[in-house]
């Protein structure tokens, strides 16, 4: 099929050729096993650094892509395939892929700002995006929220790294303010005696910071008081609960009445035939 000539350049083509392909067969081999063992060492110095465990996935698989590719480049210059023009096509694809995915390469730019900064770990209680959850994961391109009645809930990074995020959890105190009325026919002094005996008798409420409590407004039917009163920040949905069911409790066993909105009608007889 192929005269002597042909036969010899392939001959010696293939000759030439086959050292490189072995040696980048072999690079490619080493070297994804190489890649392996770094990705387990950094997951272990991840480990001993106490990185949060929902950033371990991302971090692994973000070094693992960028090594496999710069790997797989290396190789094809090994067997003599021209890089530049590669590179530069590849360059192309890339910019044609983030047009593209544009608001995908947003939420995992949030992803990396969010990893960065660390508003929140696994385990926080936050407020974001309209939704209130434990965060379960922090992905690459959304974060997994668990809410109070077990619904799971994916917010593209994208806003949740532009918008207000509140974190419940960080701080290991939280303050409870709350607002009870009396009437204004009940004794003030007797209703502040009876609110500080509620704070002292529960241990979940902290005896420093020192609870704080007084007339805040007189309204129109009752007498306002605001409590502010420190608790554990595990503790607070117990806390808030206690407190307005004691404080019914002890008003009512003290005399001291707590107001509801009233209307008074009042009819007038007339006489006058034209006024019906």
């Given amino acids: 099929m ?32 190489l890649i392996k063992l770094f990705i387990k060492f950094v997951g272990r110095l991840m480990t001993a650094r106490k990185v949060d465990e929902s950033l371990k996935p991302f971090f692994r698989t973000l070094i693992s892509i960028v090594l496999k590719v710069l790997l797989l480049i290396s190789v094809m210059g090994m067997i003599g395939i021209e890089m530049t023009s590669f590179i530069a096509l590849l360059g192309a694809v890339g910019i044609s892929i983030g047009m593209a995915l544009s608001g995908s390469l947003q939420h995992f730019a949030g992803g990396v700002l969010l990893l ?6 696994k385990g926080d209680f936050i407020e974001a995006q309209g939704h209130k959850g434990t965060v ?25 790294s532009t918008g207000t995020i509140v974190n419940y959890t960080l701080e290991k105190q939280r303050r409870i303010d709350t607002v009870f009325s009396i009437s204004y026919t009940s004794d003030i002094d007797k209703a502040k005696e009876v609110l ?9 409420i902290l005896k420093d910071p020192v609870p ?54 009042n009819l007038r007889k007339t006489d006058d035939k034209s006024a019906i």
């Fill in 116 to 121: 960065i900064y660390k508003p929140f770990s």
């Fill in 136 to 160: 379960r994961e922090l992905r690459i391109f959304n974060t997994v929220l668990n809410t109070l009645d077990n619904k799971i809930v994916f917010i593209p990074n994208g806003p949740l």
């Fill in 212 to 265: 704080v409590l007084g007339v805040i407004s007189l309204a129109a039917s009752s007498v306002n008081i605001e409590t502010r009163v420190w608790v554990k920040t595990d503790d607070i949905v117990e806390a808030g609960f206690y407190l307005n069911e004691e404080v019914k409790k002890q008003f009512d066993l003290n005399g001291i009445s707590i107001p509801f909105p009233q209307m008074d009608v």
């Fill in 2 to 33: 192929f005269d002597k000539q042909t036969l010899e350049i392939l001959t010696k083509e293939v000759i030439e050729y086959l050292p490189k392909l072995a040696l980048a067969l072999i690079t490619l081999v080493i070297g994804l096993y």
């Fill in 196 to 204: 500080l005996g509620i704070f002292s008798s529960n241990e979940k």
